[in-house]
């Protein structure tokens, strides 16, 4: 078989594409915490949630997988968590109603769901299993922490031979220095676009497939 060089503006085509939303759940949006990150309160209500809610409603339409991980261990104490979390005293217990989903997030119920109790998802769960059995290719991301959790899943989903697109005005995190440092540090990772970017792409390479066919 002939290698063909892979290119960026790879067809983002619904069939083999998954949104995955990181950590859009209630622990990361408590009263106490946005009193405390009025910036990142501000980046949450202005701009992340609407545009993850645009993306979700209109990807999931064009026929893409929407995936879901939150932090949530799977014991009550956590003690099944990673070293990371257990010294940085991240805990949601496993049945916490803080592992829940915002409403904004758009979760429906034969959504795939994955609890984590690391950084990175492709770490601490079977995610790598799960999109390969559905034959998911490409990877769009957003989420929360851009500069944390999100940045780890482009980084290792790349590693893992997807290709990543990082939606990046569906992403947060504690200041728009962070967001924006963020972006150029794992933009080599993948490709950065704008939620209707992602979108017209999507559009754009079921339109291809449709004539095709």
């Known amino acids: 078989m002939k290698y063909v060089e892979p290119v960026r503006n790879w067809p983002l085509r619904p069939a083999e594409t998954a949104v995955l939303v990181v950590d859009v759940q209630k622990s990361e949006a408590t009263p106490e915490l946005l009193a405390k990150e009025p910036a990142y309160a501000r980046q949450l ?10 993306l979700v409603t209109a990807a999931r339409a064009a026929g893409c997988e929407i995936v879901y991980t939150v932090i949530e261990a799977l014991t ?17 217990p496993k049945g916490s109603p803080l592992a829940a989903t915002l409403p904004e997030a758009g979760r429906q119920e034969d959504d795939v769901l994955l609890p984590k109790t690391s950084s990175g998802v492709f770490n601490s769960t079977n995610l790598d299993y799960v999109l390969r059995n559905m034959g998911v290719r490409n990877v769009v991301v957003a989420g929360i922490l851009t500069d944390q959790c999100v940045d780890m899943a482009v980084r290792d989903g790349a590693d893992l031979g997807y290709y990543m697109v990082c939606a990046h005005n569906a992403c947060a995190t504690k200041s728009d220095a962070r967001h924006e440092q963020a972006l150029k540090a794992f933009g080599g990772y993948c490709r950065v676009q704008s939620v209707e970017e992602v979108l017209a792409d999507i559009a754009a390479a079921a339109d291809t497939r449709a004539a095709a066919d």
């Open 45 to 54: 209500e202005q701009r992340m949630l609407p545009a993850l809610q645009t």
């Open 76 to 92: 009550r104490d956590g003690r099944d968590r990673g070293l990371d979390h257990k010294l940085s005293d991240i805990l949601v």
